[in-house]
């Protein structure tokens, strides 16, 4: 059960924004660049980790310009109200495709420990795919636990607990369109 009533909005949860609608927004342009220059020639394959990675999909795949097709897998890291992973995340949705000789790119919204990732690529790498990367929107490297090889990133940022554009509190507020910090007392 949430802690919080989600009648009365964010605001009485949010401590500050931490980036906003129009970096974000210049971000993925930017990663979209360099995402379209790296795999130049290649098609890509976008892998989203649902569900907190729609909304930095949808926004990303807007500024690549070589071929892609995308795909979904879901991954569960914890609880409803837990705010760390346990650290044994469990595929419950898998992919439609096969990524056999293709171009991977895994799009996730954070690496916090690394656990959640770390466990996906290693499930992923034995179904030999040409490559698999990963572009994490965020990435909050003082909590990292599992090694884990990022090669893009949006945002570093520090051991806060944030929400929005597509990160949850108890599944509420993936739809904001920036990222919050929230009140430590929500901890
Ligand atoms: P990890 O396995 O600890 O790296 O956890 C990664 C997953 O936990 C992410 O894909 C998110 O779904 C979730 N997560 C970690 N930190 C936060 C946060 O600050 N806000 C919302 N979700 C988070
Ligand atoms: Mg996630």
């Given at each position: 059960m949430a802690n919080f009533d989600p009648h009365k909005g964010y605001a009485p949860l949010l401590a500050e924004t931490l980036v906003t609608e129009s970096q974000?927004?210049?971000?993925?342009?930017?990663?979209?660049?360099?995402?379209?220059?790296?795999?130049?020639?290649?098609?890509?394959?976008?892998?989203?980790?649902?569900r907190g990675g729609v909304m930095f999909l949808t926004d990303l795949m807007r500024h690549i310009r070589?071929?892609?097709?995308?795909?979904?897998?879901?991954?569960?890291?914890?609880g409803l109200g837990a705010r760390s992973s346990n650290g044994e995340?469990?595929?419950?949705?898998?992919?439609?495709s096969s990524i056999r000789d293709r171009h991977v790119l895994l799009v996730e919204d954070i690496v916090d420990s690394g656990h959640t990732i770390a466990q996906v690529l290693k499930i992923l790498?034995?179904?030999?795919?040409?490559s698999l990367k990963v572009c994490?929107?965020?990435?909050?490297?003082?909590?990292?636990?599992?090694?884990?090889?990022l090669s893009y990133v949006g945002f570093e940022i520090e051991d806060k607990y944030v929400f929005?554009?597509?990160?949850?509190?108890?599944?509420?507020?993936?739809?904001?369109?920036?990222?919050?910090?929230?009140?430590?007392?929500?901890?």
């Amino acid at each position: 059960m949430a802690n919080f009533d989600p009648h009365k909005g964010y605001a009485p949860l949010l401590a500050e924004t931490l980036v906003t609608e129009s970096q974000l927004q210049m971000r993925c342009g930017e990663l979209g660049g360099q995402i379209s220059e790296d795999y130049a020639g290649r098609e890509v394959l976008l892998i989203c980790i649902l569900r907190g990675g729609v909304m930095f999909l949808t926004d990303l795949m807007r500024h690549i310009r070589v071929p892609c097709q995308i795909d979904m897998m879901a991954v569960q890291s914890y609880g409803l109200g837990a705010r760390s992973s346990n650290g044994e995340p469990r595929i419950t949705l898998d992919l439609n495709s096969s990524i056999r000789d293709r171009h991977v790119l895994l799009v996730e919204d954070i690496v916090d420990s690394g656990h959640t990732i770390a466990q996906v690529l290693k499930i992923l790498q034995t179904r030999e795919p040409a490559s698999l990367k990963v572009c994490a929107l965020l990435n909050k490297q003082s909590r990292r636990q599992a090694h884990v090889p990022l090669s893009y990133v949006g945002f570093e940022i520090e051991d806060k607990y944030v929400f929005g554009y597509g990160l949850d509190l108890d599944e509420y507020f993936r739809n904001l369109p920036f990222i919050g910090v929230l009140k430590p007392e929500h901890y």
